[in-house]
Protein backbone atom coordinates (compact mmCIF):
# COMPACT_ATOMS: atom_id res chain seq x y z
CA UNK A 1 0.00 0.00 0.00
CA UNK A 2 1.41 3.63 -0.87
CA UNK A 3 2.36 5.63 2.48
CA UNK A 4 2.25 9.30 2.80
CA UNK A 5 6.16 10.10 4.10
CA UNK A 6 6.07 13.74 4.47
CA UNK A 7 4.36 16.99 3.74
CA UNK A 8 6.72 20.10 2.72
CA UNK A 9 5.15 24.02 1.90
CA UNK A 10 7.32 26.14 0.36
CA UNK A 11 7.61 29.11 -1.38
CA UNK A 12 7.45 29.44 -5.41
CA UNK A 13 8.46 33.09 -5.68
CA UNK A 14 9.62 32.63 -8.90
CA UNK A 15 12.90 34.94 -8.86
CA UNK A 16 14.44 32.92 -7.03
CA UNK A 17 16.37 30.36 -9.29
CA UNK A 18 17.69 33.15 -10.74
CA UNK A 19 18.64 34.67 -7.42
CA UNK A 20 20.53 31.75 -5.69
CA UNK A 21 21.97 29.81 -9.04
CA UNK A 22 25.33 31.48 -8.79
CA UNK A 23 25.92 32.96 -5.74
CA UNK A 24 23.81 33.79 -2.25
CA UNK A 25 22.95 37.28 -1.66
CA UNK A 26 22.52 38.37 2.34
CA UNK A 27 19.02 38.68 3.08
CA UNK A 28 18.24 35.31 1.12
CA UNK A 29 21.20 33.21 2.97
CA UNK A 30 17.95 31.98 5.44
CA UNK A 31 16.20 30.86 2.20
CA UNK A 32 19.34 29.14 1.10
CA UNK A 33 19.41 27.20 3.99
CA UNK A 34 16.02 26.66 4.04
CA UNK A 35 15.67 25.32 0.90
CA UNK A 36 18.88 22.79 1.59
CA UNK A 37 17.25 21.49 5.06
CA UNK A 38 14.10 20.36 2.78
CA UNK A 39 15.93 19.00 -0.04
CA UNK A 40 18.00 17.30 2.76
CA UNK A 41 14.63 15.80 4.26
CA UNK A 42 13.45 14.70 0.71
CA UNK A 43 16.75 12.79 0.51
CA UNK A 44 16.05 10.87 3.64
CA UNK A 45 12.59 10.55 2.97
CA UNK A 46 13.21 9.01 -0.53
CA UNK A 47 9.63 9.32 -2.37
CA UNK A 48 8.79 7.08 -5.22
CA UNK A 49 6.43 10.46 -5.94
CA UNK A 50 5.64 13.86 -5.15
CA UNK A 51 1.96 14.76 -5.00
CA UNK A 52 2.57 18.88 -5.74
CA UNK A 53 -0.48 20.98 -5.02
CA UNK A 54 0.43 24.11 -6.62
CA UNK A 55 -1.38 27.51 -8.66
CA UNK A 56 -1.57 27.66 -11.45
CA UNK A 57 -1.05 31.08 -13.23
CA UNK A 58 -3.20 31.47 -16.24
CA UNK A 59 -1.41 28.33 -18.00
CA UNK A 60 -3.41 25.25 -17.64
CA UNK A 61 -6.17 27.09 -16.15
CA UNK A 62 -7.90 30.46 -18.06
CA UNK A 63 -11.17 32.24 -17.78
CA UNK A 64 -12.13 30.44 -21.03
CA UNK A 65 -12.84 27.86 -18.77
CA UNK A 66 -11.78 27.84 -15.15
CA UNK A 67 -11.98 24.78 -12.90
CA UNK A 68 -11.28 24.98 -9.49
CA UNK A 69 -9.15 21.78 -8.87
CA UNK A 70 -7.03 20.19 -12.04
CA UNK A 71 -5.02 16.36 -11.71
CA UNK A 72 -2.04 16.06 -14.43
CA UNK A 73 -2.09 12.57 -15.66
CA UNK A 74 1.04 12.05 -17.60
CA UNK A 75 3.76 10.20 -17.88
CA UNK A 76 5.64 13.24 -18.63
CA UNK A 77 5.25 17.34 -18.79
CA UNK A 78 6.79 20.28 -19.96
CA UNK A 79 7.41 22.93 -17.53
CA UNK A 80 8.10 26.56 -17.53
CA UNK A 81 6.02 28.75 -20.59
CA UNK A 82 7.98 31.11 -22.35
CA UNK A 83 6.91 34.33 -20.42
CA UNK A 84 8.67 32.46 -17.41
CA UNK A 85 12.04 32.02 -19.38
CA UNK A 86 11.38 35.59 -20.69
CA UNK A 87 10.85 37.10 -17.01
CA UNK A 88 12.10 35.03 -14.74
CA UNK A 89 15.29 33.09 -16.32
CA UNK A 90 13.97 29.51 -15.98
CA UNK A 91 14.70 26.89 -18.42
CA UNK A 92 12.31 24.60 -20.19
CA UNK A 93 12.20 21.52 -18.60
CA UNK A 94 10.64 17.99 -18.35
CA UNK A 95 9.16 16.32 -15.50
CA UNK A 96 8.34 13.05 -15.30
CA UNK A 97 4.97 12.16 -13.80
CA UNK A 98 2.58 8.96 -12.71
CA UNK A 99 -0.53 8.77 -14.76
CA UNK A 100 -1.37 6.06 -12.75
CA UNK A 101 -1.54 7.60 -9.18
CA UNK A 102 -2.90 10.47 -10.73
CA UNK A 103 -5.79 8.47 -12.26
CA UNK A 104 -6.55 7.07 -8.54
CA UNK A 105 -6.68 10.29 -6.93
CA UNK A 106 -9.31 11.07 -9.80
CA UNK A 107 -11.17 8.22 -8.84
CA UNK A 108 -10.57 5.83 -11.38
CA UNK A 109 -13.23 5.32 -13.71
CA UNK A 110 -15.64 7.43 -11.67
CA UNK A 111 -15.40 10.87 -10.26
CA UNK A 112 -16.73 9.88 -6.97
CA UNK A 113 -14.05 12.50 -4.49
CA UNK A 114 -16.86 15.00 -3.78
CA UNK A 115 -14.37 17.12 -5.38
CA UNK A 116 -15.04 17.87 -9.04
CA UNK A 117 -11.84 17.64 -10.28
CA UNK A 118 -10.43 18.78 -14.19
CA UNK A 119 -8.15 16.39 -15.13
CA UNK A 120 -5.23 17.30 -18.36
CA UNK A 121 -3.64 14.28 -19.97
CA UNK A 122 -1.20 17.51 -21.54
CA UNK A 123 0.19 19.21 -17.65
CA UNK A 124 2.12 22.43 -18.64
CA UNK A 125 3.53 22.84 -15.45
CA UNK A 126 4.33 26.72 -14.79
CA UNK A 127 6.83 27.99 -12.11
CA UNK A 128 5.06 27.46 -9.01
CA UNK A 129 5.76 23.99 -9.99
CA UNK A 130 9.25 24.02 -11.20
CA UNK A 131 10.73 26.35 -8.31
CA UNK A 132 9.88 23.47 -5.91
CA UNK A 133 10.97 20.92 -7.65
CA UNK A 134 14.21 22.66 -8.93
CA UNK A 135 15.00 23.24 -4.99
CA UNK A 136 14.02 19.80 -3.87
CA UNK A 137 15.07 17.58 -6.23
CA UNK A 138 17.51 19.14 -8.43
CA UNK A 139 17.45 16.33 -10.60
CA UNK A 140 13.94 16.57 -11.78
CA UNK A 141 14.03 12.25 -11.55
CA UNK A 142 11.09 12.11 -8.88
CA UNK A 143 7.62 11.49 -10.86
CA UNK A 144 5.36 14.11 -10.31
CA UNK A 145 1.50 13.90 -10.09
CA UNK A 146 0.34 18.12 -10.06
CA UNK A 147 -2.60 19.05 -8.75
CA UNK A 148 -2.90 22.61 -9.60
CA UNK A 149 -5.14 25.13 -8.01
CA UNK A 150 -7.07 28.14 -8.91
CA UNK A 151 -5.77 30.82 -6.63
CA UNK A 152 -5.72 33.76 -9.24
CA UNK A 153 -8.99 34.04 -10.66
CA UNK A 154 -12.23 34.56 -8.71
CA UNK A 155 -14.64 32.90 -7.16
CA UNK A 156 -11.70 31.07 -6.00
CA UNK A 157 -12.56 27.47 -3.85
CA UNK A 158 -13.29 28.63 -0.39
CA UNK A 159 -10.12 27.52 2.13
CA UNK A 160 -12.64 24.85 3.31
CA UNK A 161 -12.78 23.09 -0.11
CA UNK A 162 -8.72 23.41 -0.04
CA UNK A 163 -8.87 21.61 3.48
CA UNK A 164 -11.76 19.00 1.75
CA UNK A 165 -9.05 18.62 -1.26
CA UNK A 166 -6.31 17.87 1.76
CA UNK A 167 -8.23 15.15 2.94
CA UNK A 168 -9.43 13.60 -0.08
CA UNK A 169 -5.78 13.26 -0.99
CA UNK A 170 -4.91 11.79 2.29
CA UNK A 171 -7.33 9.13 2.05
CA UNK A 172 -6.80 8.60 -1.63
CA UNK A 173 -3.24 8.19 -1.34
CA UNK A 174 -3.48 5.96 2.16
CA UNK A 175 -6.06 3.44 -0.55
CA UNK A 176 -3.34 3.62 -3.55
CA UNK A 177 -2.97 -0.27 -3.69
CA UNK A 178 0.96 0.07 -5.06
CA UNK A 179 3.94 0.02 -2.98
CA UNK A 180 4.20 3.69 -3.40
CA UNK A 181 6.32 6.19 -0.26
CA UNK A 182 4.42 9.23 -1.14
CA UNK A 183 5.77 12.97 -0.68
CA UNK A 184 3.16 15.51 -0.99
CA UNK A 185 4.40 19.00 -1.79
CA UNK A 186 2.19 22.78 -1.74
CA UNK A 187 3.60 25.27 -3.29
CA UNK A 188 2.80 29.26 -2.45
CA UNK A 189 3.02 31.75 -0.74
CA UNK A 190 2.44 33.81 2.89
CA UNK A 191 1.16 37.41 2.00
CA UNK A 192 1.74 38.59 -1.46
CA UNK A 193 1.08 41.22 -3.66
CA UNK A 194 1.75 41.84 -7.16
CA UNK A 195 -0.21 43.89 -9.59
CA UNK A 196 -1.27 46.43 -6.84
CA UNK A 197 0.01 49.33 -4.73
CA UNK A 198 1.96 47.54 -2.19
CA UNK A 199 4.05 45.15 -4.75
CA UNK A 200 8.03 44.91 -4.58
CA UNK A 201 7.76 46.87 -0.82
CA UNK A 202 10.90 45.02 0.35
CA UNK A 203 8.92 44.08 2.79
CA UNK A 204 5.81 41.73 3.67
CA UNK A 205 2.62 43.70 2.90
CA UNK A 206 0.95 42.09 6.04
CA UNK A 207 3.62 40.76 8.72
CA UNK A 208 0.86 40.15 11.04
CA UNK A 209 -0.91 37.86 8.53
CA UNK A 210 2.62 35.89 8.13
CA UNK A 211 2.90 35.50 11.97
CA UNK A 212 -0.17 33.97 12.76
CA UNK A 213 0.06 31.92 9.63
CA UNK A 214 3.42 30.02 10.48
CA UNK A 215 1.40 29.81 14.02
CA UNK A 216 -1.44 27.86 12.54
CA UNK A 217 0.96 25.21 10.99
CA UNK A 218 3.28 25.15 14.42
CA UNK A 219 0.47 24.14 16.20
CA UNK A 220 -1.44 22.10 13.21
CA UNK A 221 -4.65 24.46 14.27
CA UNK A 222 -6.87 24.44 10.94
CA UNK A 223 -9.58 25.40 11.83
CA UNK A 224 -8.19 28.96 13.28
CA UNK A 225 -6.66 28.85 9.44
CA UNK A 226 -9.94 28.57 8.14
CA UNK A 227 -11.25 31.00 10.03
CA UNK A 228 -9.27 33.49 8.87
CA UNK A 229 -8.59 33.11 5.57
CA UNK A 230 -12.04 34.54 3.77
CA UNK A 231 -11.11 35.95 0.33
CA UNK A 232 -11.51 39.68 2.09
CA UNK A 233 -9.08 38.58 4.64
CA UNK A 234 -6.48 37.22 2.25
CA UNK A 235 -6.97 40.58 0.41
CA UNK A 236 -6.03 42.66 2.58
CA UNK A 237 -2.88 40.55 3.58
CA UNK A 238 -2.11 41.02 -0.13
CA UNK A 239 -4.00 40.44 -3.74
CA UNK A 240 -2.00 37.31 -4.30
CA UNK A 241 -2.10 35.74 -1.15
CA UNK A 242 -4.72 33.35 -1.93
CA UNK A 243 -1.94 31.24 -2.67
CA UNK A 244 -1.26 30.46 0.72
CA UNK A 245 -5.01 28.35 0.73
CA UNK A 246 -2.11 25.38 -0.65
CA UNK A 247 -0.77 25.07 3.17
CA UNK A 248 -4.35 24.87 3.82
CA UNK A 249 -4.30 21.86 1.70
CA UNK A 250 -1.18 20.30 3.12
CA UNK A 251 -2.28 21.12 6.95
CA UNK A 252 -5.52 18.87 6.23
CA UNK A 253 -2.99 16.38 4.33
CA UNK A 254 -1.28 16.26 7.75
CA UNK A 255 -4.75 15.68 9.80
CA UNK A 256 -3.98 18.67 12.30
CA UNK A 257 -0.45 17.33 13.43
CA UNK A 258 1.67 20.44 14.37
CA UNK A 259 4.11 21.34 11.62
CA UNK A 260 8.02 20.00 12.71
CA UNK A 261 9.17 23.12 11.07
CA UNK A 262 7.18 26.16 10.30
CA UNK A 263 8.75 29.82 9.29
CA UNK A 264 8.09 33.00 7.33
CA UNK A 265 11.58 33.96 6.32
CA UNK A 266 12.41 36.95 6.04
CA UNK A 267 13.74 38.76 2.82
CA UNK A 268 13.66 41.72 0.43
CA UNK A 269 10.34 39.72 -1.70
CA UNK A 270 8.67 39.42 1.76
CA UNK A 271 7.98 36.85 4.32
CA UNK A 272 8.73 33.42 2.31
CA UNK A 273 6.92 30.31 3.56
CA UNK A 274 9.02 26.84 4.78
CA UNK A 275 6.51 24.05 6.59
CA UNK A 276 7.13 20.62 7.37
CA UNK A 277 5.37 17.75 8.77
CA UNK A 278 8.02 14.80 8.67
CA UNK A 279 6.27 11.22 8.97
CA UNK A 280 2.43 12.51 9.38
CA UNK B 1 -11.76 39.90 -22.57
CA UNK B 2 -8.81 42.47 -21.21
CA UNK B 3 -7.92 40.05 -19.20
CA UNK B 4 -7.29 37.37 -22.08
CA UNK B 5 -5.56 39.92 -24.43
CA UNK B 6 -3.15 40.97 -22.14
CA UNK B 7 -1.97 36.93 -21.05
CA UNK B 8 -1.92 36.42 -25.05
CA UNK B 9 0.45 39.12 -25.26
CA UNK B 10 2.53 38.20 -22.33
CA UNK B 11 2.91 34.41 -22.57
CA UNK B 12 3.56 34.06 -26.46
CA UNK B 13 6.99 36.03 -27.26
CA UNK B 14 5.47 35.97 -30.85
CA UNK B 15 2.48 37.92 -29.38
CA UNK B 16 4.47 39.99 -27.40
CA UNK B 17 6.40 41.51 -30.58
CA UNK B 18 3.41 41.66 -32.56
CA UNK B 19 2.04 43.88 -30.34
CA UNK B 20 5.16 45.99 -29.36
CA UNK B 21 5.31 46.50 -33.29
CA UNK B 22 2.06 47.51 -33.59
CA UNK B 23 -0.29 47.43 -31.13
CA UNK B 24 -3.23 48.84 -33.55
CA UNK B 25 -2.75 45.88 -36.04
CA UNK B 26 -2.53 43.05 -33.33
CA UNK B 27 -5.62 44.56 -31.25
CA UNK B 28 -7.46 44.87 -34.67
CA UNK B 29 -6.74 40.76 -35.74
CA UNK B 30 -7.27 39.51 -32.20
CA UNK B 31 -10.68 41.03 -32.27
CA UNK B 32 -11.33 39.78 -35.77
CA UNK B 33 -10.09 36.46 -34.71
CA UNK B 34 -12.85 36.33 -31.69
CA UNK B 35 -15.60 36.95 -34.20
CA UNK B 36 -15.09 33.80 -35.99
CA UNK B 37 -14.11 31.67 -32.64
CA UNK B 38 -13.02 27.93 -33.08
CA UNK B 39 -14.19 25.36 -30.52
CA UNK B 40 -13.33 24.53 -27.72
CA UNK B 41 -10.23 27.19 -27.50
CA UNK B 42 -11.70 30.09 -28.97
CA UNK B 43 -8.52 32.82 -29.92
CA UNK B 44 -9.68 36.62 -29.56
CA UNK B 45 -12.39 38.79 -28.29
CA UNK B 46 -13.48 41.90 -27.99
CA UNK B 47 -12.58 45.15 -26.90
CA UNK B 48 -14.46 48.64 -26.00
CA UNK B 49 -12.91 51.89 -27.76
CA UNK B 50 -11.58 52.94 -24.08
CA UNK B 51 -10.03 49.33 -23.29
CA UNK B 52 -8.34 49.49 -26.69
CA UNK B 53 -6.56 52.96 -25.95
CA UNK B 54 -5.41 51.91 -22.53
CA UNK B 55 -3.81 49.33 -23.74
CA UNK B 56 -2.37 51.07 -27.15
CA UNK B 57 -1.15 53.12 -24.27
CA UNK B 58 0.20 51.07 -21.83
CA UNK B 59 -2.45 52.74 -19.26
CA UNK B 60 -1.94 50.67 -16.26
CA UNK B 61 -4.11 52.99 -13.89
CA UNK B 62 -7.06 52.80 -16.36
CA UNK B 63 -6.73 49.14 -16.84
CA UNK B 64 -6.53 48.53 -12.97
CA UNK B 65 -9.37 50.86 -12.00
CA UNK B 66 -11.36 48.77 -14.45
CA UNK B 67 -11.06 45.95 -12.50
CA UNK B 68 -8.78 43.57 -14.74
CA UNK B 69 -6.88 40.38 -12.48
CA UNK B 70 -3.57 42.12 -11.53
CA UNK B 71 -1.30 39.43 -11.78
CA UNK B 72 -2.55 39.39 -15.48
CA UNK B 73 -1.75 43.48 -15.42
CA UNK B 74 1.82 43.28 -13.83
CA UNK B 75 2.79 40.54 -16.18
CA UNK B 76 1.64 42.47 -19.20
CA UNK B 77 2.91 45.70 -17.97
CA UNK B 78 6.56 43.90 -17.21
CA UNK B 79 6.78 42.26 -20.73
CA UNK B 80 5.67 45.57 -23.16
CA UNK B 81 6.98 48.42 -20.79
CA UNK B 82 10.79 46.63 -19.54
CA UNK B 83 13.21 47.15 -21.16
CA UNK B 84 11.89 48.98 -24.27
CA UNK B 85 10.24 52.47 -21.99
CA UNK B 86 11.86 51.85 -18.67
CA UNK B 87 14.19 49.78 -16.46
CA UNK B 88 12.19 47.38 -13.85
CA UNK B 89 12.84 49.97 -11.53
CA UNK B 90 11.18 52.78 -12.88
CA UNK B 91 8.42 50.60 -13.58
CA UNK B 92 7.49 49.15 -10.24
CA UNK B 93 7.42 53.29 -9.57
CA UNK B 94 5.40 54.42 -11.70
CA UNK B 95 3.17 51.33 -11.84
CA UNK B 96 2.25 52.26 -8.09
CA UNK B 97 1.78 55.55 -8.65
CA UNK B 98 -0.50 54.60 -11.64
CA UNK B 99 -2.94 52.15 -9.23
CA UNK B 100 -2.43 53.52 -5.94
CA UNK B 101 -5.08 56.33 -6.11
CA UNK B 102 -7.65 53.13 -6.82
CA UNK B 103 -7.18 51.02 -3.89
CA UNK B 104 -7.91 47.37 -4.58
CA UNK B 105 -11.53 46.88 -7.13
CA UNK B 106 -13.30 44.28 -7.34
CA UNK B 107 -11.33 42.02 -10.10
CA UNK B 108 -14.37 39.35 -10.24
CA UNK B 109 -14.85 38.36 -13.64
Redesign the interface.
Known sequence: MAEIVGVLGVTHNPLMWSVLRDSVPDDLAGVAANFELFRSMVSDLEPDVIVLVASDHFHMLMMANMPAFMIGKAPSMRAVHPNEVRQFGLSPSVVPGDPDLAAHLLGGRDLTSGIDFAFSDEPWLDHSSLIPLLFLTPGLDVPVVPVLTNCNAPPIPTADRFARLGAHLRESIASYDRDRRVLVVGSGHLAHELGGPRQFLGTSPDPDFDQKAVSWMASGDLDAALAATSFDRLTEAGNESYQFLNFITCMAVAAGRPASFAEGTPTRFGNLPFFAWESP | MV??VM?EV????VSLEAFKESPGEFLDAWVTKGERPVS???EGGSLTEGERDALKAHDYGYL?AMGV???????F???VSVPDEMTGEEL?SS??EA??PH??PD???
Do not use: C, M
Open positions: NKWDRSDPHPYNPFLLWQARSIFRVEGYFHT
